[in-house]
C-alpha cells in the first residue's frame, strides 16, 4: 500500500477509520527462529526489527499510540538464560534506537511494574522517557513486566492509599490508577502468531477494542501488515453497546 492509500483509509464512511490507540501482542519469536534451526534469541532480534518497522508505519497511519507487549509478569517464567538475552536486547535497543526515536518526535512511555528489572535498567528507561516527554508525534508504548492483572492490583492498592470511599469508586476512579490513565481508549489489539488469546494483556482497557488475530509470527510482520490490520478495522462497525 502507498501513501495515498493512508487518506483512502481515513475517508472510509461509516467505518471505524484509523484507530487512534494500536496495541500489539508480539508473539512468534520462538517458533520463527525454530523454523529456521536458529537459538531462540535469534528470533527476538528480528522481532526488533520487525518493531522498528511497525513504528515506522503507524507514524505513516496517523496512529497516536502504538502500545506493544515486550515482556509480561509472566515470562519470568522462562529460562533465566532466555530471561536474561532479552533484557540484553531492550537494553540494546534503546541504545541504539532512542536518538532516532526521540528525532522523530516519538514520545515514550512505559507500562507495567518496570523496576523490576534492576536499577540500571529502570533508569535507561527512566532516561528515554524524560528525553522523548515533549515529543507530539507517536506514542510509543512498551509494556515491561506488564499484566493486567497485576495493573489492577496496583490501581486498586492507590484507591486504598488514596483514602477513596466505596461509594466514589468509579469506573473513572480506577481507569485514573491504571498504567494508562493519560492514554486514549484502546481501539485495536492485534496478536500475531495465531494463538487467541490475551494472555493478561491489556484486560480492562480491551472491554471495547477490537480484537483482531494474524498468523503472521511476529519477525514477519511489517508495514503491510499494519496497514492490512487497519483496513480492516476501518471497515468494523464499532457499537459499543448501543445501536
Ligand atoms: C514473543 O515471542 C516475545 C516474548 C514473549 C518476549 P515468543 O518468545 O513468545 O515466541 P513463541 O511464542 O515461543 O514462538
Ligand atoms: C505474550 O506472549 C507476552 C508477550 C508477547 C510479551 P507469550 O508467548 O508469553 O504468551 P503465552 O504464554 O503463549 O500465553
Ligand atoms: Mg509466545
Do not use: C
Amino acid at each position: 500500500m502507498n501513501a495515498a492509500s493512508v487518506s483512502t483509509l481515513q475517508a472510509s464512511d461509516g467505518g471505524a477509520g484509523v484507530p487512534r490507540h494500536v496495541a500489539i501482542i508480539m508473539d512468534g519469536n520462538g517458533r520463527w527462529a525454530k523454523a529456521r534451526h536458529l537459538p531462540r534469541i535469534a528470533g527476538h532480534r528480528r522481532g526488533a526489527e520487525a518493531v522498528r518497522a511497525t513504528i515506522r508505519a503507524a507514524g505513516e497511519l496517523g496512529i497516536e499510540v502504538l502500545t506493544l507487549y515486550a515482556f509480561s509478569s509472566e515470562n519470568w517464567r522462562r529460562p533465566e538464560e532466555e530471561v536474561s538475552d532479552l533484557k540484553g536486547l531492550l537494553r540494546h535497543y534503546l541504545l541504539a534506537e532512542l536518538d532516532e526515536l526521540a528525532n522523530n518526535g516519538v514520545r515514550l512511555k512505559i507500562i507495567g511494574d518496570y523496576r523490576r528489572f534492576g536499577p540500571d535498567l529502570a533508569a535507561m528507561l527512566d532516561n528515554a522517557v524524560a528525553r522523548t516527554a515533549d515529543n507530539a508525534s507517536t506514542t510509543l508504548v512498551i509494556a515491561l513486566n506488564y499484566g493486567a492483572q497485576d495493573e489492577i492490583v496496583r490501581a486498586v492498592r492507590a484507591l486504598a492509599q488514596d483514602g477513596v470511599a466505596p461509594a466514589d469508586i468509579d469506573i473513572p476512579a480506577i481507569a485514573a490508577r491504571l498504567d494508562t490513565a493519560d492514554l486514549p481508549p484502546l481501539d485495536l489489539l492485534i496478536r500475531t502468531s495465531g494463538e487467541r488469546r490475551l494472555s493478561n494483556f491489556l484486560l480492562w482497557q480491551a472491554a471495547y477494542a477490537e480484537l483482531l488475530f494474524v498468523d503472521t509470527l511476529w519477525p514477519d510482520f511489517g508495514r503491510d501488515d499494519l496497514f492490512a490490520a487497519v483496513a480492516d478495522y476501518g471497515r468494523r462497525d464499532r457499537r459499543f453497546g448501543g445501536l
